[in-house]
């Protein structure tokens, strides 16, 4: 099990706006409003998933949606609920108090620490 931000993959012919408004769509079945960029991975990450020579460009965004209270969230980490990728569960980090491996992602980690020095 793993925590991390939200996301998930470019589509061929997919634009990075038009990646982060699906996948906002998919996961949080909201619309994303006021997209901001946030962060882009300026490191070597070579994948945890997959084997080979496979590396990770991240892209971090901020946005905003129309009613908070639409958001599919629960109380504890994993609290799983279904969809197509497999169980998964959201909920609030309150990232100003969160320690470093409140999040499992090496790159979640340092934009979480960026985010905290806000």
Known sequence: RITRFPGGRLEFGEGALDWLVREVREELDVEALDVRHFYTTEHFQPSLFHSGEVQVLALYYTFTVA??????????????????????????LPFRQAPEDAVSLPIDRLVLARLKAL
């Open 67 to 92: 009613d908070i209270a639409a958001l599919p969230v629960v109380s504890g980490p994993f609290a799983f609920t279904s969809v197509e990728e497999g169980p998964c569960s959201f909920r609030w």
